[in-house]
């Protein structure tokens, strides 16, 4: 189960943003409804091949190669490019703790930049040609961190046996798979996440297993507190596969949470808690390859139906 980390946030000429050693919510925002019509600083970031550097109700920074995208709330709301004003000011919204701008704003932005404008992707794909994408299969913790430890089992064993099944499965059906780890090593979670950023994925998918001091079991999957509808999408295909496969649920699904892997990826992303190695029957079958081998054929099959609706 992913850790928590501090945040410590001055803001100078420029906002400085220092992240501590565990995973905690990225600044908590609160659950709110997204406006309609409106972009999160987090989607606006990930369709300009850009990263988020700072997230609140009251200001957003973005910064990539093409420069840095400054947003202000009220009282005086405003977007800056590379220092200067857009003049495009209406529409840009709290909600929550987040910022939101208006999605005609994003065609602005990017003249600003100098980048062209974002082709059309709504088209539904050739379903003659075979179906290509990009998944990066983050498995939890490794190395120094072991994650939840019980029952004699670490989490961060069994993250990586259905990983490397998972990726197996999605290989086999022509899809390129990119794993943040392959063996027992530590990997950092701002690296997880910008590996997916690196290498463009279209869905970013950490693999976890649980932990509580009450008898609980059932599977969780999390997206981040300002997911996109993506993100949203995938969790639920997944989610859907995981309960046909006989896997049950714990609680509704999905779950928000601010993990640091979820809300520094820019693609969709979701983070999936097999369940929980505290329950003593849930434990029993996580230690089995057979069980493993479910859980990574039900997140396979639920990641293409996913993608078969891009």
Known sequence: MPKRFAVAIMLLPAVVVILGGCDKPFLKPEQAAQPAGTLSPHQLAGRLRMRVDYCSRSLATISGPAGRITILGRPDPQVYVNGKALGQSDGILAAGNVLFVPLAMERHIRAALGQEPRQQRDEKPDQSKPLKAVVVIDAGHGGRDPGAIAMGTQEKSVNLAVSTMLADLLKRRGLTVIMTRTDDRFIELNNRAELANRSRADLFVSIHANSSPRSVCGYMIY???????????????????????????YGRQPHRAGFRVLVRSNCPAVLVEM????????????????????????????????????
């Open 223 to 249: 997206v981040a507190d300002s997911a996109s509808t993506a993100s949203a999408k995938a969790a639920m295909a997944i989610a859907d596969r995981l309960s046909q496969a006989g896997v049950p649920p």
């Open 275 to 310: 369940g929980f190695l505290t329950h003593r029957v849930e434990a029993a079958k996580l230690a089995r390859a057979d069980y493993r081998n479910r859980i990574a054929g039900a997140i396979a099959d639920g990641i293409m139906d996913y993608l078969g609706q891009l």
